[in-house]
């Protein structure tokens, strides 16, 4: 009797939350995309601080080298996106992309000088940016359009609560060893694991294989809808890349809050976009795409006032409330873009656009690291938040000019 209370319980609980019906091969995408998270959550935020601090590197060497690692994903989104559709299909693109990604993890933990550093930056990004338009194609494949949002909820769900046990147990290896280089190959075979999971378990999903190359991409460039999306994405990513770039060096060494503590803080983070992916789903089908993306924008503005706030005393309070929402804007960006994008695609075309998607994350994580470098690097960092705050209005005025909604 208590067996069949909890099973109706649990269906009542999937239903209630739409997540009943979702096929096993979506679940076991998550459930591999939550354990290379939580290898990427044991460097994500120390990085910066390791290469900075111990290793000797400056900050706009850092920094450099993570634009690099954007730029280099451009040239895999690019390919990712018509190797899914095309030639390799999803899996065979996913597999290349964990394998490429781990092998930037291990260059990352040998590296001990600048020209390393970039070198496996590179290779990391190459990697990043094969995974994308495959992993997010092959989510889009598995969900009906009922299922879309739940699904995209679901992934960065499994991305968060990844980050979060891995930024959790990063901080306390960090905090009782120092050995940041290990930290890098546990990121490495968490992608490994990953690898193996999607060669045993994982079928090909992509329908059919599209017979356009270049023309795909001249299609998809004359969606006016993806082109003005895609000019506020870039903003919108280049706020998200402040989080694991230019912020937690900010918050140690401009305003002082030791490195447990940052630690602790970015762990709240995380949890706390775990904790309110699903409830943001439920309020998100309320709204258009274009509206749940003008209240993400929102609230990243509030956050850089946070932020700047933080550096004017607020402190370890601020910063807590600051990172807060910052997560309320991750939760609400993550499935209105790539329901959007996905509305917009035709079916054949539809690693394609999620490639393009994909590179509107490669140019912001590419342009944020490197101006926050840049900017701290010269002494004023109250300068930063100031100028990312100011910048929502643009993004703002640019989602306005969108009049198509999926």
Not at 50 to 62: H, K, M, P, S
Not at 161 to 168: D, E, I
Not at 277 to 290: G, N
Not at 308 to 327: D, F, K
């Amino acid at each position: 009797m208590i067996l069949v209370s909890v099973a109706a319980a649990l269906q009542s609980l999937l239903h209630r939350w739409g997540l009943a019906g979702l096929v096993p091969q979506l679940w076991l995408l998550l459930l591999g995309r939550l354990l290379s998270q939580m290898g990427t959550g044991f460097t994500l935020f120390y990085a910066a601080i390791y290469f900075v601090g111990t290793v000797g590197l400056t900050a706009t060497q850092v920094g450099l080298g993570l634009a690099l690692m954007s730029l280099t994903g451009v040239v895999g989104r690019i390919a990712g996106g018509s190797l899914a559709d095309g030639r390799w299909g999803r899996k065979q693109t996913l597999l290349v992309a964990l394998l490429t990604s781990g092998l930037g993890s291990l260059l990352l933990a040998l590296s001990q000088d600048v020209n390393l550093f970039w070198l496996a930056n590179g290779v990391a990004g190459l990697g990043q940016g094969l995974y994308w338009p495959s992993a997010e194609a092959m989510v889009a494949d598995l969900a009906t359009v009922e299922q879309r949002g739940v699904a995209f909820a679901l992934n960065r769900l499994s991305d968060n609560v990844g980050l979060s046990v891995g930024v959790a147990l990063g901080g306390v290896w960090v905090a009782q060893t120092g050995n940041y280089p290990l930290l890098f190959v546990i990121d490495a075979i968490s992608y490994g694991v990953f690898a193996l999971l999607v060669v045993t378990c994982l079928q090909e999903t992509r329908p059919h294989k599209s017979q356009m190359t270049w023309q795909s991409w001249l299609l998809a460039l004359q969606d006016r809808p993806l082109l003005i999306f895609c000019a506020a994405n870039i903003l919108l990513t280049t706020y998200l890349s402040q989080l694991s770039s230019t912020l937690p060096f900010y918050l140690q060494r401009f305003v002082g809050i030791p490195l447990d503590k940052i630690s602790g803080l970015f762990t709240l983070h995380v949890v706390a976009a775990c904790l309110l992916q699903l409830p943001a789903v439920r309020l998100l089908r309320r709204f258009t795409h274009r509206q749940g993306l003008q209240a993400t924008t929102l609230c990243w503005g509030l956050a850089f006032l946070g932020v700047v706030w933080t550096g004017q005393g607020g402190g370890l309070p601020v910063a807590l409330l600051t990172l807060i929402a910052m997560a309320v804007a991750l939760v609400l960006y993550n499935p209105s873009a790539s329901a959007f994008v996905v509305s917009l695609a035709p079916l054949p075309l539809r690693g394609v656009y999620l490639s393009i998607n994909s590179l509107c994350w490669a140019a912001g994580y590419a342009l944020g690291p490197a101006v926050g470098g840049l900017i701290l690097d010269q002494g004023q960092p109250l300068n930063l938040w100031w100028l990312w705050a100011a910048s929502t209005l643009v993004t703002l005025a640019i989602l306005f000019r969108i009049r198509q909604d999926g």
